[in-house]
């Protein structure tokens, strides 16, 4: 197992580079002039010349990756064009908003989602079944900034019981939490009833209820384990997208989180936050992946990752 989360850990660094590469390059082709975005509608010409060479935008983009590169491998992630805070400060004082609102958003969707995917496999056709896969497919395909605007108007214009935006006590996560976390409910109950559903027509399900056992032993001790991989699956990659795509739902709550921050870096071509927001993301990615691989094993003992003798 060690041996594997190493080779996995050591696969992860040209992936890394790899991500960093394309992002270095995709945000130096946005149209427009980032000197002059960052110096000001009324800079003069030779201020907007003297951004660029600080910024080395006078320099090939070859250049500018290796002194990037240079600085990252010493820890230096660069500063904020626009705050000329270090990139480090802003990511570590937005990032632990956007796992606080991922973490709160994965947990009532996988409370509401595998229920209703269990009780619908459970309960096949039945009317529980039917309108629970229909809420979910509502779910699926509802835009999440419209679904954060209807709850805004509903609990906070109409019933005034909640916050419409901002950071603060607890009542402020529940809206951006409830509204990414229902969206991805969905997805999670129409993957449970469908894994449950292959399982519990599997012959060692008919045995277990054959030899008596009650009918939750047979649901949540044997099909329900058996059932996990590919809900877990999905599971690991919807909390690394909402790690990096509660962009919508950070911005309809002015939620203070990565998200927002890379809209609002890009929007002001601030190179450095940008790159080190999605280099950021993709190390939780890659490590969320790794996590999900060794949940594998715990679920199936026939899962193994070491290496056997004679093989």
Do not use: C
Request: no cysteine; hydrophobic share 50%.
């Amino acid at each position: 197992m060690y041996g594997y989360i190493l080779r996995r850990l050591l696969l992860a660094i040209p992936v890394l580079i790899g991500v960093s590469i394309l992002v270095f390059a995709i945000i130096r082709l946005i149209p427009g002039d980032p000197a002059r975005a960052i110096a000001g509608v009324q800079a003069s010409p030779e201020f907007i010349e003297q951004v660029r060479r600080d910024l080395l935008l006078d320099e090939g983009l070859h250049v500018q990756y290796y002194v990037y590169m240079t600085n990252l491998l010493q820890g230096d992630l660069g500063r904020s064009t626009f705050t000329r805070r270090p990139v480090t400060v802003e990511l570590l004082q937005r990032f632990p908003n956007t796992i606080t609102l991922a973490a709160t958003a994965m947990v009532i969707a996988t409370i509401i989602g595998m229920s209703a995917g269990i009780i619908s496999a459970t309960k096949r056709y039945s009317l529980f079944d039917n309108a629970s896969m229909l809420a979910a497919l509502v779910g699926v395909a509802a835009p999440v900034f419209w679904l954060g605007v209807m709850f805004q108007l509903l609990f906070s214009v109409q019933l005034g019981w909640l916050p419409s935006g901002g950071i603060g006590t607890w009542k402020h996560l529940v809206l951006p939490a409830l509204t990414l976390g229902l969206a991805t409910a969905a997805l999670i109950a129409r993957i449970t009833r469908s894994s449950m559903l292959e399982v519990l027509r599997q012959d060692y399900i008919t045995t277990a209820r054959s030899k008596g056992l009650v009918e939750s032993v047979v649901t949540y001790k044997h099909a329900l384990k058996n059932a996990m991989i590919p809900v877990v699956t999905v599971m690991g990659l919807q909390f690394g997208t909402l790690l990096g795509g509660a962009v919508l739902t950070e911005t309809v709550f002015s939620w203070p989180g990565i998200g927002r921050l890379m809209v609002d870096s890009i929007l002001a071509r601030d190179y450095p936050v940008v790159q080190g927001a999605v280099l950021l993301l993709a190390v939780f990615f890659v490590l969320i992946n790794l996590v999900v691989d060794i949940i594998y094993a715990f679920l199936d003992p026939r899962i193994s990752y070491g290496s056997k003798k004679g093989e």
